[in-house]
């Protein structure tokens, strides 16, 4: 976080353990959901009379519940990281649904993407290209 609040646009490592010398496909995934925490907050916060929702905000009133609200549901989702790994229930929810830590939900995701990604062809004559490219370099 601190270095993209410094303005770097770069984060480097991503899936790596000690120091580098091992990759882990399991890290990799929840280096992902961090780095989406990270862009969201980096993006901040539009301030504009639709978001602040101050008509909203009388009508509710103070102790009255937002999350019921229509206006509340059209925006969470592109004001808040969605996460799929961490997981943000209470504790009893989250021991109902099996009490999976973070490391075992993240094997989990990255061994569903080893299996099943099917990656995007390439243009047509891209791969040529590319060939060629690396070929010039030698």
Do not use: C
Not at 21 to 32: A, G, H
Not at 61 to 77: D, S
Not at 113 to 119: A, D, M, N, V, Y
């Amino acid at each position: 976080m601190l270095p993209a609040l410094a303005g770097a646009n770069l984060i480097y490592g991503m899936g790596m353990l000690e120091l580098g010398q091992i990759l882990s496909f399991s890290q990799m995934v929840m280096d992902d959901e961090i780095a989406a925490m990270i862009k969201r907050t980096i993006y901040g916060i539009d301030v504009n009379k639709e978001l602040m929702a101050v008509d909203l905000i009388k009508q509710v009133g103070i102790a009255g519940n937002f999350l019921g609200q229509k206006h509340t549901m059209k925006h969470l989702r592109a004001e808040q990281v969605q996460a799929e790994l961490f997981d943000r229930r209470m504790r009893g929810g989250w021991e109902k649904k099996g009490s999976r830590d973070l490391h075992q939900v993240s094997v989990e995701k990255a061994k569903k993407i080893l299996t099943t990604h099917q990656p995007k062809p390439l243009e047509d004559g891209l791969a040529e290209e590319l060939i060629k490219i690396a070929k010039s370099g030698e």
